[in-house]
């Protein structure tokens, strides 16, 4: 079992950078692919960024492509999103998600865990 912990979020003016970080609990972290999904009020939760476990493939949603960065340091059992440019459209409540498989995926149903979300606004 993986307990998730997101941090990082708040309110940033249109341009600002903000850097996310979800640290999990346990020893197996590295066994999982990692997730940022994000919710805006009366929206459905979609996919941000995915990183796999070994860290060399990531993938990002084309509307944040360029402009957000995940990383990961199994070291530390930690998952970061670096989020530059920010819009007012990244206003958001921002998951962390974790995925017992070799490679991250899209759909929020591929997800085994999730943690509780952190709010990140960004005002114009």
């Known amino acids: 079992q993986v307990q998730l912990v997101e941090s990082g979020g708040g309110l940033v003016q249109a341009g600002g950078s903000l850097r996310l970080s979800c640290a999990a609990s346990?020893?197996?972290?590295?066994?999982?692919?990692m997730g940022w999904f994000r919710q805006a009020p009366g929206k459905e939760r979609q996919f941000v960024a995915g990183?796999?476990?070994?860290?060399?493939?990531?993938y990002y949603a084309d509307s944040v492509k360029g402009r957000f960065t995940i990383s990961r340091d199994n070291a530390k059992n930690t998952v970061y999103l670096q989020m530059n440019v920010l819009k007012p459209e990244d206003t958001a409540v921002y998951y962390c998600?974790?995925?017992?498989?070799?490679?991250?995926?899209?759909?929020?149903?591929?997800?085994?865990?999730w943690g509780q979300g952190t709010q990140v606004t960004v005002s114009s």
């Open positions: 998600a974790a995925r017992q498989h070799w490679i991250p995926g899209t759909d929020s149903r591929l997800y085994d865990y």
């Open positions: 346990g020893r197996t972290f590295g066994r999982y692919s």
């Open positions: 990183i796999n476990r070994s860290t060399d493939y990531t």
